[in-house]
Nanobody, 124 residues
Framework: QVQLEETGGGVVQAGGFLRLSCAASGRTGDMYAMGWFRQGPGKEREFVATEPWSGGDTVYADSVQGRFTISRNNAKNTMYLQMNSLKPEDTAAYYC?????????????????WGQGTQVTVSP
């Protein structure tokens, strides 16, 4: 089992920034990739970004490309999502997820482990 815990959410004005953290514990050696997803009010969960846990190519959703950046600290078993130039439409609960199969995916259903989420609210 892998446990994931997100932190770093909050309320920020449009144009501001936040950094989310996702701390992994348990059988982290089983993880191939970690992804970030978000779910706004009344919306389906949508892909934000993903990267292999050991490093490599990062894939971003078009809506966040150029504004959001993934980084990792493998020694701390933590992945980060730096979110800059935030917009009101970025308001959502943000989740990190871990995938064990050796490929990247944008599909929530293909991630085995999930955190509880952290709320990000961007005011106009």
């Amino acid at each position: 089992q892998v446990q994931l815990e997100e932190t770093g959410g909050g309320v920020v004005q449009a144009g501001g920034f936040l950094r989310l953290s996702c701390a992994a514990s348990g059988r982290t050696g089983d993880m191939y990739a970690m992804g970030w997803f978000r779910q706004g009010p009344g919306k389906e969960r949508e892909f934000v970004a993903t990267e292999p846990w050991s490093g490599g190519d990062t894939v971003y959703a078009d809506s966040v490309q150029g504004r959001f950046t993934i980084s990792r600290n493998n020694a701390k078993n933590t992945m980060y999502l730096q979110m800059n130039s935030l917009k009101p439409e970025d308001t959502a609960a943000y989740y990190c997820a871990a995938r064990t199969r050796p490929s990247l995916s944008r599909r929530p259903g293909e991630y085995r482990y999930w955190g509880q989420g952290t709320q990000v609210t961007v005011s106009p």
